[in-house]
């Protein structure tokens, strides 16, 4: 049964598009170093994976990337707390006017009125007008009437006025500026600072889970190139050690013609098995110099550096439960992991649209320095003056915008559980079928150990036989090659069972979560 991941991968991958704009460059410098290391000198080198693993991940130009892009979500994430903290700023103004300042457009006459006709607050008594000790000393009476004089708009004419020329309240104040220090601490902003902190700290972690997931492809390709190389040096010791068997069969089988216990057909029949072993073993060694070559390009190696491995392929046969593997992916798996932050980033986007609706107080501290100084009779000299105050903004009415963003918020957040929900039963369903794969080749293994004993105890029974002068060459031959498709058979399922195991680990996100912790 094969599983197809491709919508969790496409989700993924979606989250994770900023973190991979490197991918071109990857690639050319890819083929550069492909062209250039042909040129590097061949030398033998000892190499673990542990040290291949290393190399592979401080080389790698995606890797290097995305952590560049954890690095600036980090930096953005503490650029979002310092909303928090007051805001200080110093602004300043410079106006140059054309013309003077006029304060009235034509003359003024102000009424004089006695204090007798003023009230304790310092305002005209009401009274005072019809007070006929009183109006008499400020207002002009009609001779004939004896009664207020009034204008042509119904307003009372006073006997003096105050003459105040417009020209008198002309200012020349060309040059007028302002400089402005000032604080501003956010108060109350109905949760806006909070979940934008918020978000900008999920981003950080989605930026981390690309990183992981590039850097669990790494690894993994690493570990799939080192065990490779592993497997081909065996078959290589395996195709020598075939030759040195049939060679030394070829040696016997001549001292057996020349004394004329055997045909010429059965040292045919054996010339032709040793030249066939040459072949074999020419193919595993251009078998071990690729997979060497590979492991190079990998780990940015020189390509023609011949690389030992020091490992050896060891793997238990004792499977952990595949329900546990399961949970274990849960809290691991940089895909998973990714997709859930998404469903947080989406219910603090809810958050945030919500406090769009709430009101925004802020308390504001400034130092107003002005020229002309309004403080000393606008002289041409600086003033200054310290105030402090509340801002306080209450949104009423938009045509319905915020309402629509927060349903759109909520729309969005519903989608990401279910994207979730929907890549958490792929994974099950894929560590299963994986789980499966790695209890098969390790009884797969199992059986192939023992095949290769019995093939081993097969081939020295056959050969004293041989020796003995009781089995033909042809039963021989035979013996030898069910001794070498064992061996054949050992090592590939050896390597399959550790294979198995390196892509359950992946698919867990174990082998990123072991190489973050090392």
Known sequence: MVINTENMKKVFLDLIRPFKLFGRIVLISCLVSLSLAFYSASGQTNISLEECRKRAVEQNFLVKSAQQQADAAKSLSKAAFANFLPNASINGTYTRLNRDIKLFSEDQFLPIVPYTALTQEGKINPAAFQDPSVAPTFLAFDPVTHQPLMDASGNPVFRQYAWMPSSAMAFDFRNIWMINAGIIQPIFTGGKVLETWKIARINHQIALSARNYQVSDVLYNTEYYYWTLVSVREKVALAQKYLSLLEQLSQDVNNYFTEGIITKTDVLKVEVKREDAELQLMKAQNGEKLASMALCRITGLPLNTDLIPSDSVLFS??????????????????????????????????????????????????????????????????????????????????????????????????????????????VNLEIHQLWFSWKEAVKKASIAERNFQQASENLKLCTDKFHEGILKVTDLLEAQILYQQAWSEKIEAQTECKLSEIKLSKATGSLTAEYIRN
């Not at 989406?346 to 501290?365: K, Q």
């Not at 310290?386 to 963003?405: A, M």
């Open 317 to 426: 046969s004792l499977l952990p439960v595949a329900d546990s593997l399961v949970q274990t992916a849960y809290l691991q798996r940089p895909e998973l992991l990714a997709l859930k932050n998404s469903v947080e980033l989406a219910h603090h986007n809810t958050g945030l649209m919500r406090s769009r609706f709430m009101p925004n107080i802020g308390l504001t501290v400034n130092s107003v320095w002005l020229n002309p100084n309004p403080f000393d009779g606008l002289t041409h000299n600086f003033g200054q003056d310290v105030n402090i105050g509340v801002v306080f903004n209450v949104p009423v009415f938009h045509w319905g915008e915020r309402y629509n963003t927060l349903k759109a918020a909520h729309l969005q957040e519903e989608a990401a559980r279910n994207q979730y929900d929907e890549a958490a039963s792929m």
